[in-house]
């Protein structure tokens, strides 16, 4: 069973402060890593997709994977209140024959604090 | 990025009555699932649609109850049918392009009566 842990927060930050969001992942065959945000009443928005060790920066986030570890973040410098949802990590692995497997935590629910 | 286009984008329907729902993308996609959220909860994989084939259901989803239909690779239809007020949720279509990045549509929320 192939599992992506997240901490459901709620997780507080100021406005202007590094909100940290963290996701590990048990499956070691993941090949591609995703980050999603949700707002209350919409659907899904990819924001972040990162494939090979280390940081991919783009504007104010950041995602870092540690394959080693088995773990990806995602950092939002410059928190703002509009920032506040729900992060969702995926991971996704392909086992033969083009079969595509994508595992999504539960999410962690971010509040950004004016 | 893909524009995919998913209506209704809400309905109301009465119990025992069934609504089909349909996702079209602007692009050629290699996959596309079908999910559902329920309020104030985790996505739910309902099935893969295939095209041209019956759909790869999940445990707990089963084709008379979830009949879903892809004629082609841009297009597919989820049916709810025979519909009950646990049946009340969001029902995202997605799809998988060839990056391998997977995109949502704007989810059809249904409220069941």
């Known amino acids: 069973q192939k599992e992506v842990e997240q901490n459901s927060g709620p997780l507080s930050v100021p406005e202007g402060a590094i909100a940290s969001l963290n996701c590990t992942y048990s499956d070691r065959g993941s090949q591609s890593f995703f980050w999603y945000r949700q707002y209350s009443g919409k659907s899904p928005e990819l924001i972040m997709s990162?494939?090979?060790?280390g940081d991919k920066e783009d504007g104010r986030f950041t995602a870092q994977l540690n394959k080693a570890s088995q773990y990806v973040s995602l950092l939002i410098r410059d928190s703002q209140p509009s920032d506040s949802a729900t992060y969702l990590c995926?991971?996704?692995?392909?086992?033969?024959?083009?079969?595509?497997?994508?595992?999504f935590g539960k999410g962690t629910k971010l509040s950004v604090i004016p | 990025s893909a524009v995919i286009s998913q209506k209704p984008s809400r309905d109301i329907c009465q119990r025992g009555t069934s609504l089909t729902i349909q996702c079209q993308v602007d692009?050629?996609?290699?996959?596309m699932f079908w999910y559902r959220q329920q309020p104030g909860q985790s996505l739910t994989l309902i099935a893969t649609?295939?095209?041209?084939?019956?759909?790869?259901?999940e445990s707990g989803f089963v084709i008379d109850k979830f009949p879903i239909s892809r004629p082609n690779l841009t297009f597919s239809t989820l049916t709810v049918s025979n519909m009950s007020p646990e049946d009340s949720s969001i029902y995202l279509c997605?799809?998988?392009?060839?990056?391998?990045?997977?995109?949502f549509g704007e989810g059809s929320r249904l409220t069941v009566l």
């Open positions: 995926a991971v996704t692995a392909y086992s033969g024959a083009g079969s595509y497997q994508l595992t």
């Open positions: 692009s050629q996609v290699t996959m």
């Open positions: 997605s799809v998988v392009l060839i990056t391998g990045e997977l995109f």
């Open positions: 990162i494939y090979s060790n």
């Open positions: 649609a295939n095209q041209g084939s019956e759909a790869t259901y």
